[in-house]
């Protein structure tokens, strides 16, 4: 899940799926899920990081340091076309600039636990799409995971329940002045005031620079009705200790996918 800056580069515009397509690269369902995260991370992107992050207790301490630590970064979905290649081509098509596709380790995990797999026959990738903002800029903010269907590990269910439930959507930030501390208040006031469990996460030495990275994921405890119930928090560096001693509610966490909700097919941004 690299930060990659925009190029620049002038591309055509996104088509929305709504346009016939004739390639088969996915299906309908797919394909209508793609255009609610473009959609959503456009409005992601200009809204406060605090109402994306709601509900919040107005005036708290989550609020605050969400609004001044934390930035948009990205919105994700997971996708199943015919082949891998298909799918790249297929978004290169409609105007959203694919970055290179590479193996996603997290997520072929996070699939081979919850539906039983091997993962080592999960061949899921990931790249990032470079969309054109309403404040002009491009920026790679959507994040798709493809698990191809002539993957060996691919099955129909796998597909449905995924589609139904949206368990790899989340939206994403990146905090601006990472350090320690600062990353054990997030942590701290996102799961006192937001209902966020702490689910873990890891330190990359390839991605954000010389220091690598520090991802930190959350899901939101099911008792919320709030949408957006996935959240990531990326740090430059390695702040892997900041959490240490902090407790990871690993009973709370399976409960929330146990109870995760259905996915509206066309939720409000």
């Given at each position: 899940?690299?930060?990659?800056?925009?190029?620049?580069?002038?591309?055509?515009?996104?088509?929305?799926?709504?346009?016939p397509?004739?390639?088969?690269?996915?299906?309908?369902?797919?394909?209508?899920?793609l255009?609610?995260?473009?959609?959503?991370?456009?409005?992601?992107?200009?809204?406060?990081?605090?109402?994306?992050?709601a509900?919040?207790?107005?005036?708290?301490?989550?609020?605050?340091?969400?609004?001044?630590?934390?930035?948009?970064?990205?919105?994700?979905?997971?996708?199943?076309?015919v082949?891998l290649?298909?799918?790249?081509?297929?978004?290169?098509?409609r105007?959203?600039?694919?970055?290179?596709?590479?193996?996603?380790?997290?997520?072929?995990?996070?699939?081979?636990?919850?539906?039983?797999?091997?993962?080592?026959?999960c061949?899921?990738?990931?790249?990032r799409?470079?969309?054109?903002?309403?404040?002009?800029?491009?920026?790679?903010?959507?994040?798709?995971?493809?698990?191809?269907?002539?993957?060996?590990?691919?099955?129909?269910?796998?597909?449905?329940?995924?589609s139904?439930?949206?368990?790899?959507?989340?939206?994403?930030?990146?905090?601006?002045?990472?350090?320690?501390?600062?990353?054990?208040?997030?942590?701290?006031?996102?799961?006192?005031?937001?209902?966020?469990?702490?689910e873990?996460?890891?330190?990359?030495?390839?991605?954000?620079?010389?220091?690598?990275?520090?991802?930190?994921?959350?899901?939101?405890?099911?008792?919320?009705?709030?949408?957006r119930?996935?959240?990531?928090l990326?740090?430059?560096?390695?702040l892997r200790?900041?959490?240490?001693?902090?407790?990871?509610p690993?009973e709370?966490?399976?409960h929330?996918?146990?109870?995760?909700?259905?996915?509206?097919?066309?939720?409000?941004a």
């Amino acid at each position: 899940m690299a930060f990659v800056q925009s190029s620049g580069t002038t591309r055509p515009s996104f088509r929305p799926a709504a346009e016939p397509t004739t390639d088969g690269a996915f299906r309908a369902a797919d394909l209508r899920r793609l255009d609610t995260v473009v959609r959503d991370a456009r409005h992601a992107s200009t809204a406060p990081a605090s109402e994306l992050l709601a509900p919040l207790r107005p005036g708290g301490t989550a609020a605050a340091l969400t609004e001044r630590e934390c930035t948009f970064d990205h919105c994700a979905v997971l996708l199943f076309p015919v082949t891998l290649e298909a799918g790249l081509r297929h978004l290169a098509e409609r105007g959203l600039a694919p970055l290179p596709a590479v193996p996603s380790t997290v997520v072929r995990a996070r699939l081979a636990t919850r539906h039983g797999l091997d993962p080592a026959r999960c061949d899921v990738h990931i790249t990032r799409l470079r969309l054109t903002l309403p404040d002009g800029r491009r920026h790679p903010a959507v994040e798709v995971f493809l698990f191809p269907r002539d993957s060996e590990a691919f099955d129909e269910r796998i597909e449905a329940a995924e589609s139904a439930h949206g368990f790899e959507n989340h939206t994403a930030f990146v905090v601006g002045r990472p350090s320690g501390p600062l990353l054990r208040r997030l942590v701290t006031a996102w799961h006192a005031e937001a209902g966020l469990l702490w689910e873990g996460g890891g330190h990359n030495p390839h991605e954000g620079g010389p220091g690598g990275s520090t991802v930190t994921y959350f899901v939101r405890d099911h008792r919320s009705p709030a949408r957006r119930r996935r959240f990531e928090l990326h740090c430059a560096g390695d702040l892997r200790g900041a959490t240490d001693g902090l407790p990871r509610p690993a009973e709370a966490v399976r409960h929330a996918y146990e109870a995760w909700p259905a996915a509206p097919e066309h939720p409000d941004a």
